[in-house]
Nanobody, 122 residues
């Protein structure tokens, strides 16, 4: 599976962005998908995850209630809708895929995308 993230940019605090991650490969529909982020000088952290069945989603406490992860398996795409953005959301955002949901949550992923920059100004 190859992953291509897009949709990042510069936005003012309180604004919104939607990230997309397009996947290639025949087995996308059986992979759990997630988003992670890494701010300058910090370790990469978990943001959100969605099971391949779309029946389960998880969010970090810092984004819960503001971000929404979704996927359309027929389009081999996963999305991250980010609302009410804050300056502390500034980071490079990475999409990831894994056949194990537990490994996905732990960041021990099979596949990573190249990252897209999100910058939130105050």
């Amino acid at each position: 599976v190859q992953l291509q993230a897009s949709g990042g940019g510069l936005v003012q605090a309180g604004g919104s962005l939607r990230l997309s991650c397009a996947a290639s490969g025949r087995t996308f529909g059986t992979y759990h998908m997630g988003w992670f982020r890494q701010a300058p000088g910090k370790e990469r952290e978990f943001v959100a995850a969605i099971a391949w069945t779309r029946s389960t989603t998880d969010y970090s406490d810092s984004v819960n209630g503001r971000f929404t992860i979704s996927r359309i398996n027929a389009k081999k795409t996963v999305y991250l809708q980010m609302n009410n953005l804050k300056p502390e959301d500034t980071a490079v955002y990475y999409c990831a895929a894994d056949s194990s949901y537990g490994d996905l949550l732990g960041g021990r992923n099979d596949y990573w995308g190249q990252g897209t920059q999100v910058t939130v100004s105050s």
